[in-house]
Every structure is written in structure tokens, then in C-alpha cells.
């Protein structure tokens, strides 16, 4: 039995395509804490711990190259019903920065909403790979994103809208994998769009015509056509009546998005500190430890969600563009290896985890230069947090094991 | 899955292609940001952290002529808390127990600042901790999160010479000192206001230094910023008086309890040895610039203690102002000065009846008897030879009616009537040659200044080769020449050693014993209803040819041979004493 699921000796290979980025992100990581650790004690500080936790990591990396890909595959429903579960509890625990998004457990603390990144992509894996040539796209999109609303309403109520967002956005990559047509992933998006789009005039004439477009050359029936454009017309004016029944906090934070200078005190505060930062850096930066706006605690959470202020300060626009240049050569190599898998669930997976890791860079570095709004969600292996980096590792050590070890399942 | 493959790769296409999209944007927005935007940011990030913090530089010290510090500087400190900083580990026992504040009043203030956007700024709680206090809130400093010590410059005054009128106080500087054109002052500092603090504001004011701190958000310090400019404070320059600190003193208790005022002077230099106006006021009773409630205590005080009486204080010269007079008769040749006139005690001048001091009369006096005795109607008679003209010419040469330039601020220059002041105060025909008797003998219209009379000796003890009096050591002062013979200079001298000196002299009490000679001469001033102001004014020349002036006048102390001229004799022993 446990033959099935486990490896008793395995030769472990590494994919050192997908190692290699992730260890410069890792260095990367560490100096930047460590360079804002100032006058506290190493002990104390956050790059003491991170260094911990990337200990830590190496060991869950290596610990995970003995669990056989089948495992996952089968307790993937398993898991969903644990996290749910799980997600239910962390409603009733006790919150903590008005939020209750960690389990206590004497006292080790955990937030089951990051384990659920890697469960909900097992969990839609599994069902693609079992049913995407059973059914037709139209069934397919609402079941997964069915799967996906579950934990991710659970999130949404903690609050954490930053990571509620993710569990639906990596579906339309899979369901994309699994061959669903673009134009009808559009069509469920589109109306979700035109809400947004329509907080600005500008923008949603914009979005109107990059739909006509889109249907223009998707070329479906007239009819539909035609349909698709007034539902998204009617959702355009549902606007005004959702933004009514906003909380106060929920709408300002869309108007600093708009304007962060609107409120250059409250909430659009980070964005503009942040963005001063960043600017300030210039190509080269200030240099290692230099950074006035972060090191005089201008920055909130600046070891966390805005650590890319602190790169962006003193290493400058040269190493924001190794950055970017590293985690676009990690997801190209991953998804160029999920194409010559044969072991369809581990495809999928793969896939799966490329969404989460993009879905994470981009919100995280356009929410530090307000272009997208604050939605806390920290950048993959850069960010200081223990359970996102052991996450972010596993993922990256499930995904060397489903390369290593490509069986079809 | 030959079908499957290829669909593959057109998804990886896509995929690859919306990442790049995605990642290219981002960039451009980084590269407008961080390239193109830079030069704004930075200027941003500047105006955001970086705080000019003001570093007080402090004022001159002044120290008398044997380089004693009469004034010096301490730095106070108030006790101050950021209510952020103060956690559940404040032991507020004890901090009450050591500042003696109800500790329900500290938590109250800290609680209501816990929560405000100001929680980082500090609350101030105790002004001007005693040294006691500060030593022991340092010992418990871990008891005391948030705790700090709030330094600003103060004058202290360690010698027990008081010097209050002389050396003056410190205000905050006003509105309108501020608003002046090119106006180094700013919101804050202190001024001197009074006295040598405010004659020498430009000597003694330091300048304030400029460092460059980095703050965060919350206005928190981090330090100096090594690479801004920094200007250093410049400490004020100290200065020296020509003040003896111990001759000083002695002459401080011999007028407490007194109104009046009392002054010594070299006479050759100017320089003035020791300066009292009574009453004085304690420049150690407060810390820091003098709180307005102080200051307005004193200055509706009826003893008037914030008048300094030397340079302000307005007194009839009395008898001393004879010599004046003394100084026309022998500079005139046609009058004989060892010509005997009369004194019956009484003089009868049309229908004014003019008495000498003693009713019973002098007899037959001369001019050396009528100083020595200080007989009125000697000069009574005599001033019949001149007018208001030659008493006002020989007066001004005299120093009177003019300020004698003593460097402190908003001196008196006293009143000599001439005919211009009498037809203006009297009209022309309200006023006749009557007056005149009076003048002669320092009464009616003709006020002096302490300061002036003092003056007049160091011109007599000089033969009229003196200088304006001052009170900066090593500073130059301007010569004072007064023209008269060899032989009226010897002959005024040779009068005034009588008058201390040789029996029946009103200025006996002056005598000393050894050390020098004492010359000098008495003056009453007549106040009724009220006891009369007693002068006596005089050098010393010692016998080592060491000059020292003086001029005193109490207030209702009576006749100047009662009260002024035994004190004037201690001051005189005391200088002597001091010498050897």
C-alpha cells in the first residue's frame, strides 16, 4: 500500500531549469531582508527567520521527492474536503489585524489558505484530467469554477480577497490546457470585466470596443453575438448599484487604486510611499542598505506584500528587470515541460502552478506601482512569510518530482 | 494525441505570449518610474525624511576682572514622554514616587495621546528637572519606556554677587524682533533685554547650528545624515568685566535692606569696579528666559526693584553740586577764594528767607571752610557773581545734563536747567535769578544720575583727565578733558581732603585709618515729608598712588554725614583690604 504512494529509494533528479531561477530568487530574497534589518539583533530579525524557514524548505523540497505523483492524484478530493474544513475553522479562530486567516495549534500558527494554492490546482487537475474529453466545454468551465468558489468564498469571508482571487484565476489557464475554446473562457470573464471597467468612463469605452473586437474575430453566430455585447452592457451598469452597497473601506480602497494621491495620509499611503521609493532608486539603485524611504519605516510591510519597494530602492531598475527576466524564464521552463509530459494530471498541475506563480508576480508588482489595486498578496520566493515560501517551495518541489518522474496516470 | 499535442502548442503560444505581455507592461511602468521619473522621486524622497534640527548654540559666559564667572550656562531639561513608546512596563509607582507627580495625571495624559495621530510626539510632563531627579528617572531608565530629557540652554548665576541690574535678563524674543528685516532670531530664542545681556546681545549670542536628521513617518529621529551640509553652532564669546566679584559683593550686603545706589571707579581708566542698585532683583529665581508673571510682579513692586538707580535714578546732586560753583569761583580772577564771607546761619535774599544747614551759622568761612563745613551761604553770596549761563557751561563741562556713555543700554542723562528749560517750564518771567540759590547747592530743577556724580569725582581725582566710565575690560572708552588751572584742581582736592580728613569736616566718618587718603564730599537732599536722600561721593588715593572713586546716596537715609559716609568708609577699607 504505501509502496504505491511512497518511494523507498529514489536517485533524486533536479531539474536545475526550474531549480536554478528559484535559487536566484531565494538569494535575491535574502539579501534584500537582510539589508533591511538595520539595528535589530540577527536573532530578532526577519532575515534570521526567512533563513529558517528556506532551511525548512529544503527539507520539505527534499522530503516531497519521495511521494509518488499518484498519491496526490488520488487523495486530491481528499485534500479539497480537509481544506474546506479546515477554511471553516479558520473562521472561528481567533483574528488577529482584523483578520482570521491562521489556525493555531499550540504554538505553531498556520494559514490553511496557502496549502490551498497547491490543493485547489490537485483538486482541478484531477477532475480535467478524468473528464476533459467526457464533457463539453460548457460543462466543464462552471464545474471547475464550481470547485474552485468553495474555498474560495471561505477566503473571501476571512478577509483575504488578494488569495480568494487566485483560487478562480488559475482555472481559465487549465481550462485553457484542457482545450476550451479562448472565445467561450471570454465570455464567462467578460461580464466580470465590464463591471470593473465601468468605474471609469474612459476605460469602459475601451473595454467596449476591445469586446466588439474579440467577437468581431471570434466570428460566433450573429445572435450570440450580439447577446454577449447587452449582457456585458447590462453588468456595465450594474456598476453603480454594486458600488452603492460597498463597504466604506471596500470603496475607498478602489478610489485610491484610481487616485492614490486622493488620500495622500490613508490609504493611498503605501502606493505613494512605495512608488516614491521605487522612483527613488533610479537604474542602479541606492545601494545595499542605503534606502532612506525603507529603512525609515516610510514603507508598511515592507519585508512582505512591498518587498519589491525595497529591491526597486536600492538595487534599482536593474535588478526589478532581473527579476522579472528570472521569473519569466522559471514559468516559460515549466510550461514548456508540462507539453512534453504524458502524465496528464501532473500536465495539468503544472499548469495549475504556473497560474499561481504568475497570478502572484503580477498582482504583487503592479500593486506596488499602482497598477493594480492593494490586495496583499506577496511576491513568490522574494516576500518574507513562512508559510507562503514553504508553499512556494513545495510547489516547486512537486513540480521537479512530476518532471522526474513522468508516469501516466 | 497527435491532435492533443498540437492544440498544445498553440496554448503555449498563448500562454507564453500573455505572460510577455503582462511582464512587459509591468516593465514599462517600472521604466517610466524608476528612468524616466527618477530626478522627481528623488526630490520626493528627500523632502520626505530629512528634518533640519536646530542645535542651540550657547551665550558668552561673562566673568569679572579677575576671571570669575559672574554668568554662566547650564543646560535644563524638562522631562518628556512619547506616548507611543510607553508600554505595560512603565513602573508609574515609581515614577511618581521620583518626580512626585500623581502618577493617575501621567496616565491620563499618556492615554489620551495613545491613540492620537501625535502619539509619536513628545508630551512634556516636568519642566526643569532638578539634577536629583534626573540621576534617578536615568538609573531606572528601563522602568521608563518612552522616556527622554528635553535639553534647552539656561543662565546660571554662580557667584554670589547678584549684579541683577548691571547684568540683566533674557527674554523670548517678540514678534516684532522676529519681523525685522534680516532678523537673525527665530521663534524660540532668547534675547537679552536688560543690561550688559542686552549691550552685548551681538558678542555674547552664539549661532545656532543646522544638522541634518533623517525622521521617519512618525517623526521619529534616526540621526545625522553624514553626507548633508552640516553647520556647526557657534558658542557666543565670552566677555569680561571690569567688575571686582569680591568688592562687588561686600557692596551688595552693605546696601541690602537700603534703596539707593552705590558705585566705585577707577578714575584713571573708567572702569567701574562695583555697581549696586537697591533694591536688586535674584536672576536665580528663575530658570531659563524671565516668565513674564516675574517680571510683572517686580515692575509694579513700589521699590521699583527693575530701576537701576545708577544709571536711571534721578536725585537732587545736594551739596555735592557746590563744588561745581567751587570750580567758577576759582577759575574766575576777579574773586578772591580766601576772601572771608559771613554765615549767620541765615541769608535773606530780597523777600526769601534762605537758611544754611546750621541755623547757628558758620561764621567767617572761606572757600576751603564753606566745602569743609559744605556752608550754604557762602555760595549763596558768591553766585551772585555769575548767572544761569556760566552754572549750566561749567555743568555740562562737569558731565552734567548728558549721559556719560556707560555701556549699558537706556541711560539717563539727568537735568541741568538753562534758560531755554526755565522759560519753557517757568515761562520767561516766571522764574528769576532766585532760583539760581537753589541750584547752587544741588536743589530745585538740577538732577543728576548716580552715575554722573561718580563721574565728576574720577574728573577731580584726575584733575580733569578721566575717561567714560565702562564696564567691558580691555575695551577702549573715550577721553574726558576738562580744561581748568593746575591750581583750581589742586585747590578742589586740597578742600575735599578737609573735608574727610580735618576736624569739623561734614565727611569725617569717611576717614580711614591707614591704607590712603579719602577725599570727599557730603551731599542731603532735601525730601520732605520724607527723611532726606544722603549722598557722599569721593576717591580714595592710596598709598601706593591707586586711585578709587565712589558715589553713594541712600534713599531717606538722611543727612550724608549720617548715613552715607560711614558706609562710604567701609567701602573704602574693604578696597584696601582687598589691594594688600
Redesign the interface.
Known amino acids: 500500500m504505501l509502496n504505491k504512494y511512497f518511494f523507498y529509494k529514489k536517485n533524486i533528479e533536479l531539474k536545475w531549469m526550474i531549480i536554478l531561477p528559484v535559487l536566484v530568487l531565494l538569494s535575491i530574497s535574502l539579501i534584500t531582508l537582510y539589508s533591511t534589518k538595520s539595528s535589530i539583533s540577527l536573532i530578532e530579525s526577519n532575515f534570521f527567520k526567512q533563513c529558517i524557514f528556506v532551511l525548512f524548505g529544503f527539507i520539505i523540497f527534499y522530503i516531497l521527492q519521495y511521494v509518488r505523483n499518484v498519491f496526490f492524484y488520488e487523495m486530491a478530493y481528499v485534500f479539497y474536503f480537509i481544506l474546506l474544513i479546515l477554511l471553516i475553522i479558520t473562521l472561528f479562530m481567533p483574528s488577529k489585524f482584523g483578520a482570521s486567516r491562521w489556525i493555531l495549534v499550540g504554538p505553531i500558527r498556520f494559514q490553511p489558505s496557502e496549502f490551498g494554492k497547491i490543493i485547489i490546482v490537485f483538486t482541478l487537475s484531477k477532475f480535467l484530467a478524468d473528464y476533459k474529453n467526457n464533457i463539453n466545454d460548457w460543462k466543464l468551465i462552471p464545474f471547475t469554477l464550481l470547485i474552485a468558489s468553495f474555498p474560495a468564498i471561505l477566503i473571501f469571508k476571512q478577509p483575504d480577497l488578494g488569495t480568494s482571487i487566485i483560487f478562480p484565476a488559475v482555472t481559465f489557464?487549465m481550462l485553457?490546457?484542457a482545450?476550451v475554446r479562448?472565445f467561450h473562457l471570454f465570455v464567462v470573464i467578460s461580464p466580470i470585466l465590464s463591471i470593473i471597467a465601468a468605474f471609469n468612463l474612459k476605460l469602459f469605452y475601451s473595454w467596449m470596443f476591445v469586446l466588439i473586437l474579440v467577437i468581431f474575430l471570434s466570428q460566433p453566430k450573429v445572435k450570440n453575438g450580439i447577446v454577449l455585447f447587452i449582457i456585458n452592457l447590462f453588468f456595465g451598469t450594474l456598476s453603480s448599484f454594486l458600488w452603492n452597497n460597498l463597504y466604506a473601506h471596500q470603496r475607498n480602497r478602489i478610489l485610491t487604486f484610481l487616485d492614490p494621491t486622493s488620500d495622500p495620509l490613508g490609504a493611498g499611503y503605501q502606493i505613494i510611499?512605495s512608488?516614491?521609493?521605487?522612483?527613488?532608486?533610479?537604474?542602479l539603485g541606492k545601494g545595499f542598505g542605503q534606502g532612506?524611504?525603507t529603512?525609515?519605516?516610510?514603507l508598511p510591510v515592507r519585508d512582505s506584500d512591498f518587498i519589491i519597494s525595497v529591491i526597486?530602492e536600492e538595487f534599482?531598475?536593474i535588478l526589478?528587470?532581473i527579476v522579472?527576466a528570472t521569473?519569466?524564464f522559471l514559468?516559460?521552463n515549466i510550461?514548456?515541460s508540462s507539453?512534453k509530459l504524458n502524465n496528464k494530471f501532473g500536465s495539468f498541475a503544472l499548469?495549475g502552478f504556473?497560474s499561481t506563480i504568475?497570478f502572484h508576480v503580477?498582482i504583487n508588482?503592479?500593486m506596488v506601482?499602482s497598477?493594480f489595486p492593494v490586495t496583499g498578496l506577496p511576491l513568490p520566493f522574494i516576500s518574507y512569510g513562512g508559510t507562503f515560501l514553504l508553499t512556494m517551495i513545495a510547489i516547486i518541489s512537486i513540480i521537479n518530482n512530476i518532471i522526474s518522474s513522468d508516469i501516466e496516470v | 494525441m497527435q491532435n492533443f499535442n498540437y492544440k498544445r502548442k498553440s496554448t503555449i503560444l498563448i500562454m507564453n505570449f500573455f505572460i510577455g505581455i503582462f511582464f512587459f507592461i509591468l516593465l514599462i511602468k517600472y521604466f517610466q518610474i524608476q528612468i524616466l521619473n527618477h530626478q522627481k522621486y528623488v526630490n520626493k524622497s528627500r523632502r520626505n525624511s530629512i528634518r533640519q534640527v536646530i542645535q542651540k548654540a550657547p551665550r558668552g559666559i561673562i566673568y569679572d576682572r579677575n576671571g570669575i564667572a559672574i554668568v554662566d550656562n547650564r543646560p535644563i531639561f524638562d522631562l518628556q514622554l512619547i506616548p507611543e513608546d510607553v508600554n505595560k512596563n512603565f513602573d508609574y509607582h515609581l515614577f511618581s514616587s521620583i518626580t512626585e507627580i500623581d502618577s493617575n495625571s501621567v496616565k491620563l495624559k499618556v492615554f489620551n495621546k495613545k491613540n492620537n495621530i501625535n502619539k509619536f510626539k513628545p508630551i512634556t510632563i516636568k519642566r526643569h528637572l532638578s539634577y536629583i531627579e534626573m540621576s534617578r528617572l536615568n538609573e531606572n531608565l528601563l522602568s521608563f519606556p518612552g522616556m527622554l530629557f528635553s535639553e534647552l540652554p539656561a543662565r546660571v548665576y554662580p557667584n554670589n554677587c547678584k549684579l541683577s541690574h548691571t547684568l540683566g535678563y533674557l527674554r523670548e524674543v517678540n514678534e516684532q524682533q522676529i519681523s525685522i528685516e534680516n532678523s537673525v532670531y527665530k521663534y524660540g530664542d532668547i534675547i537679552g533685554t536688560a543690561g550688559i545681556e542686552k549691550q552685548y546681545e551681538d558678542v555674547l549670542r552664539g549661532i545656532d547650528g543646522v544638522e541634518f536628521h533623517m525622521v521617519d513617518k512618525f517623526g521619529r529621529d534616526h540621526g545625522i545624515i553624514d553626507d548633508e551640509i552640516k553647520y556647526n553652532k557657534k558658542s557666543g564669546s565670552s566677555i569680561q568685566l571690569t567688575i571686582d566679584s569680591d568688592l562687588q559683593l561686600f557692596c551688595e550686603e552693605l546696601m541690602y535692606g537700603k534703596n539707593g545706589a552705590l558705585i566705585t571707579m577707577n578714575p584713571i581708566s573708567g572702569e567701574i569696579i562695583s555697581i549696586v542698585s537697591s533694591p536688586q532683583f535674584d536672576l536665580n529665581s528663575f530658570i531659563g528666559p524671565i516668565p513674564f508673571s516675574t517680571w510683572n510682579n517686580w515692575n509694579r513692586d513700589k521699590s521699583k526693584p527693575l530701576n537701576n538707580r545708577v544709571i536711571n535714578g534721578y536725585y537732587s546732586p545736594g551739596s555735592i553740586f557746590k563744588l561745581v560753583t567751587a570750580a567758577m569761583i576759582l577759575e574766575n580772577p576777579s574773586i578772591n577764594h580766601n576772601e572771608k564771607i559771613n554765615c549767620s546761619g541765615n541769608y535773606k535774599y530780597y523777600d526769601v528767607d534762605m537758611n544754611c544747614w546750621n541755623l547757628d551759622g558758620h561764621g567767617d568761612v572761606n572757600l576751603n571752610e564753606a566745602i569743609k563745613y559744605s556752608c550754604n551761604v557762602y555760595f549763596y553770596k558768591l553766585i551772585q557773581e555769575f548767572n544761569l549761563d556760566d552754572l549750566f557751561n561749567m555743568s555740562e563741562k562737569m558731565g552734567f545734563n548728558k549721559k556719560t556713555n556707560i555701556d549699558l543700554p537706556n541711560e539717563s542723562s539727568g537735568i541741568i536747567p538753562d534758560k531755554k528749560y526755565m522759560n519753557q517750564k517757568y515761562t520767561s518771567r516766571g522764574w528769576a535769578f532766585g532760583n539760581l540759590l537753589n541750584f547752587v547747592i544741588g536743589q530745585g530743577e538740577v538732577i543728576t544720575t548716580p552715575i554722573q556724580i561718580a563721574q565728576f569725582m574720577n574728573i577731580i581725582a584726575t584733575k580733569g583727565e578721566t575717561k567714560e566710565p565702562k564696564l567691558l575690560l580691555n575695551s577702549k572708552s573715550k577721553n574726558i578733558k576738562v580744561n581748568l588751572n593746575d591750581n583750581s584742581w589742586k585747590f578742589i582736592q586740597q578742600s575735599l581732603e578737609d573735608v574727610v580728613n580735618q576736624k569739623g569736616g561734614t565727611g569725617l566718618n569717611t576717614k580711614i585709618d591707614k591704607g590712603g587718603i579719602v577725599s570727599g564730599k557730603t551731599g542731603t537732599v532735601e525730601n520732605p515729608p520724607n527723611e532726606p536722600h544722603s549722598w557722599f561721593a569721593g576717591y580714595l588715593k592710596t598709598e601706593e598712588n591707586d586711585l578709587l572713586s565712589l558715589a553713594i546716596i541712600v534713599e531717606n537715609g538722611g543727612k550724608g554725614s549720617a548715613t552715607a559716609t560711614p558706609m562710604a568708609k567701609r567701602v573704602f577699607e574693604k578696597y584696601v583690604s582687598i589691594k594688600q
Do not use: D, K
Open positions: 489557464p485553457l490546457w482545450g479562448p510611499q512608488i516614491t521609493a521605487i522612483g527613488s532608486g533610479g537604474f532612506s524611504q529603512h525609515l519605516r516610510f526597486g534599482g531598475f526589478i528587470f522579472f521569473f519569466y514559468l516559460y510550461i514548456n507539453s499548469i504556473v504568475f503580477i508588482m503592479g506601482v497598477l
